[in-house]
């Protein structure tokens, strides 16, 4: 009777990890809305052994397409986790588990796991921070096969807003790939303190300003 229980236990768990979850897909529909836009960017690096003056880019977004960063100047950025239009996550198929309810900077937030189901996914887990109420996503952790992990904090101007007005990535710097002979002449590096370091991590963060966008 006890096994039976628990293969009943364990197969309804796993029905319910089938479903992908409502609320995900309502902030995909609200984002799917968008069909295109631009903004201005201003970034600064926050490496401990690595001092690089503000920056500024612009940004561009196609629905379907990865966004897009361009710069007169060099810009230091991660080969992924500045890309909060969630395609990466629905290019494949993936199951969802929820994982209750958890309170971040005094708001309710609905944690999901998201688990890619095709080996094709270049995604191993991705744990999901959930404003149901404003329908959009709070903050996500991000666990990849070939490029490490990395997390991505969102915040917004008005409660109304679909995109984000300041976005904060934190990721291993090793996963840069990029040399930093050529970080240009206006950045400074201290070598010594970057070898003392056992973990080597960093934050990029960025002000989002002059949204132009287009709605379906």
């Keep these: 009777m006890r096994l039976a229980l628990l293969l009943f236990f364990l197969s309804t768990q796993f029905v319910q990890a089938q479903k992908v979850d409502a609320d995900l897909l309502r902030i995909k529909q609200r984002m799917d809305s968008v069909k295109q836009f631009s903004a201005a960017v201003t970034l600064n690096l926050d490496v401990p052994f690595i001092k690089m003056p503000t920056k500024r880019a612009q940004i561009k977004y196609v629905k379907g397409k990865k966004m897009a960063f361009s710069s007169d100047d060099f810009v230091m950025l991660p080969k992924r986790g500045l ?3 969630l395609n990466e996550i629905f290019k494949h198929p993936f199951i969802t588990v929820d994982r209750g309810m958890e309170k971040r900077d005094g708001k309710n937030l609905k944690v999901i796991n ?39 904090l969102m915040q917004y101007a008005k409660a109304a807003d679909i995109l984000p007005d300041y976005i904060e990535a934190g990721f291993a710097i090793e996963r840069l790939k990029i040399p930093l002979n ?11 303190k970057m070898r003392s370091m056992d973990t080597k991590t960093g934050k990029i963060k960025m002000q989002l300003s002059d949204y132009h966008i287009a709605m379906i």
């Design 83 to 85: 890309d909060f239009s």
């Design 114 to 152: 998201v688990i890619p189901t095709d080996g094709k996914s270049d995604l191993v887990l991705v744990t999901l921070y959930m404003d149901t109420k404003s329908v959009r996503i709070m903050q996500s952790e991000v666990n990849t096969r070939k490029d490490g992990s990395y997390t991505l």
């Design 182 to 192: 050529f970080m240009g002449r206006d950045t400074k590096i201290d070598r010594k």
